[in-house]
């Protein structure tokens, strides 16, 4: 089997890497809704779940503790 078709794809993939030109992009005023939205989802979630830590360290340390009967 040749290997020139996987030069000719990675040639074609370095030349397409070189000449990238500019995006002209921007930021929609919604995305950064969407960003707060996410980080109070996330904050929100977090509380929920360490509502009671020491619950949770019990449930973990039960998880790992070996029997020893």
Partial sequence: ???YPI???CSVLLVLLGTTGSAHAYIDG???HL???GLVAA???LIYYLRN???IWLAI???FKR???
Avoid: T, W, Y
């Fill in 61 to 63: 340390k039960r998880r």
């Fill in 35 to 37: 960003l707060i939205q």
């Fill in 1 to 3: 089997m040749s290997m």
């Fill in 53 to 55: 830590p020491k619950e």
């Fill in 30 to 32: 919604g995305s950064a």
């Fill in 43 to 45: 904050a929100v979630g």
């Fill in 67 to 69: 029997d020893r009967s």
């Fill in 7 to 9: 030069r000719l794809i």
